[in-house]
């Protein structure tokens, strides 16, 4: 079992509506967890991260942790198609200092 | 906010020779950097993570002695990828943190090496 499982995608949403990307780790030690977007050739970006239960919202983004569930999600509403990319999750132990990445979520938005 | 430089951005070399890569945090002291690599459609695998002044953690698999990791700085860690073939052509990408508990990670632009 992947310490940290992405659905591959693709996943295509259109163009205003709201995107869901979801991702489920095993590692109860993982404390803080992070989305990052990485487009193609280029290096992951952050988008959000977050480290307690429930939601955090950032403009267009909330991210929601459920830690008995082990379950992080990110929702993107008003979908744009800027945000056709691959989506990464990644939970962070802080006791080995280890990030471990899922295999990321590709989105297609569609116009 | 955090920055990470990386540098360079892409190097073709040829089979048997070394590449060396440098990470600069630049506006934060990292005593801890990481390295990825990430083949084609693939995700980012943790190959080693970078101690200022002391010896790199190496993960499972990653030969140290090919992948040579310096971090003589709190603000500079390198990646010196010896006697490469083309199966070490990949994106490595490093990483850093300002060390704050709740502080994500911050990346490089990311290099990508092609051994031809």
């Known amino acids: 079992q992947k310490e940290v499982e992405q659905n591959s995608g693709p996943l295509s949403v259109p163009e205003g509506a709201i995107a869901s990307l979801n991702c489920t780790y095993s590692?109860?030690?993982?404390?803080?967890f992070f989305w990052y977007r990485q487009y193609s050739g280029k290096s992951p970006e952050l988008i959000m991260f977050?480290?307690?239960?429930g939601d955090k919202e950032d403009g267009r983004f909330t991210a929601q942790l459920n830690k008995a569930s082990q379950y992080v999600s990110l929702l993107i509403r008003d979908s744009q198609p800027s945000d056709s990319a691959t989506y990464l999750c990644?939970?962070?132990?802080?006791?080995?200092?280890?990030?471990?990445f899922g295999t990321g979520t590709r989105l297609t938005i569609i116009p | 906010g955090a920055v990470v430089s990386q540098h360079p951005s892409w190097v073709i070399c040829k089979s048997g020779t070394s590449v060396k890569i440098e990470c600069r945090s630049l506006?934060?002291?990292?005593?801890?950097m990481f390295w990825y690599r990430q083949f084609p459609k693939q995700s980012l695998m943790l190959m080693a993570t970078?101690?200022?002044?002391?010896?790199?953690?190496?993960e499972q698999g990653v030969e140290k002695d090919k992948f040579l990791i310096n971090h003589a700085s709190l603000t500079l860690s390198t990646l010196t990828v010896t006697s490469a073939h083309p199966e070490d052509s990949s994106f490595y990408i490093c990483?850093?943190?300002?060390?704050?508990?709740?502080?994500?990670?911050?990346f490089g632009n990311g290099t990508r090496l092609t051994v031809t």
């Open positions: 990644a939970g962070f132990n802080f006791g080995n200092e280890k990030l471990t």
């Open positions: 506006d934060f002291q990292a005593t801890t």
């Open positions: 977050i480290y307690s239960n």
């Open positions: 990483s850093a943190s300002p060390g704050d508990i709740n502080s994500p990670l911050h």
């Open positions: 590692d109860r030690g993982s404390q803080s």
């Open positions: 970078s101690n200022e002044g002391s010896k790199a953690t190496y």
